[in-house]
C-alpha cells in the first residue's frame, strides 16, 4: 500500500478580498512526482509556498504524514526541515563558502555532527559535478551552479519532500539541462518525493507521475502525467499544451 506523505484538504488562499486558491484538494504519495503546471497566475507558486508555510492559507487543512500541520512559525520551522523548497532566486548566503551554505542549517538548527555533515555535503557536491567549488562563494558560480547548490543545500537536511518552483526560469538556456538532470536522478535514484512547478513541458513529461493542472487557482485536472500529456481531459489543458508546442 502506498504511503501518503501530504494530504490537502479544501485550501483556500485570499489576499485582502482576492481568492487566489479555491477548494484546492489533493493527495501525495512517498516516492511520488507531483508536477504542478497552467499558465502565468493560474496559482501554482503560491500553492507551492502555503505547502511550506511560506504562504499563509485561509481555510483548509494540511496533513504531512499523517498529522494535521499547525499553522504558526515555530511549527513551521520544524516542519521545513523535512520540506525542502528551491527557488529560481538561489537564495545562497553571499558572505559564506559553498560548503559553510551547504552545512550551516544541518549544524545549526539540526543539531548534526559538523564532521558528519560536513562529509555529507562533500558527497553531494561531488554528486552534482561541483566538488571543486567547496570553498568558492557565490559570487565566483554561474547562474546554474548556484542552482545546483541550492539543490545540495535543501538535500543536505535530509527532506521528505522536495518543492521546486521555476528552478530554471532565471537561467540561461544552456545551464537548464545540468539543473533538470539533476532533479531527473533524484527522482529516478533517490526516489524522491517531489513537487514540481515549470514550465519545460518536455522535462514535465519525462518526470511526471501526476499533472494538476491549475487555472485562476481552480484544479482543472488531476491525472496522470503520460495521460496529460498525450490526452488532456479538459479543453482547457489541451489549449495550454497546444499554446506551449507541445
Known sequence: MET??????HLNKFYGARQVLFDVNFTLHQGEV?????????????????LNGL????????????????????HWQKLRQKIGMVFQSYDL??????LENITLAPVK?????AATVQAEALALLERVGLSAYAKAYPRELSGGQKQRIAIVRALALHPELMLFDEVT?????EMVRG????????????????????HEMNFAAQIAD???????????????????FAQPQTKRAQEFLDSMDF
Open 4 to 9: 501518503e506523505i501530504l494530504k490537502v484538504t
Open 34 to 50: 507531483l508536477t504542478l503546471l497552467g499558465p502565468s497566475g493560474s496559482g501554482k507558486s503560491t500553492l507551492l509556498r502555503t
Open 55 to 74: 504562504e499563509a492559507f485561509q481555510a483548509g487543512t494540511l496533513t504531512f504524514n499523517g498529522q494535521p500541520v499547525v499553522a504558526d512559525e515555530a
Open 93 to 98: 548566503f553571499p558572505n559564506l563558502t559553498v
Open 109 to 113: 538548527i539540526q543539531g548534526r555532527p
Open 169 to 173: 526560469a532565471s537561467l540561461d538556456p
Open 179 to 198: 539543473v533538470l538532470e539533476i532533479i531527473k536522478q533524484l527522482s529516478q535514484e533517490a526516489a524522491m518525493t517531489m513537487i514540481i512547478v515549470t
Open 210 to 228: 501526476r499533472v494538476l493542472f491549475l487555472a485562476d487557482g481552480k484544479i482543472v485536472e488531476d491525472t496522470p502525467g503520460q495521460q496529460f
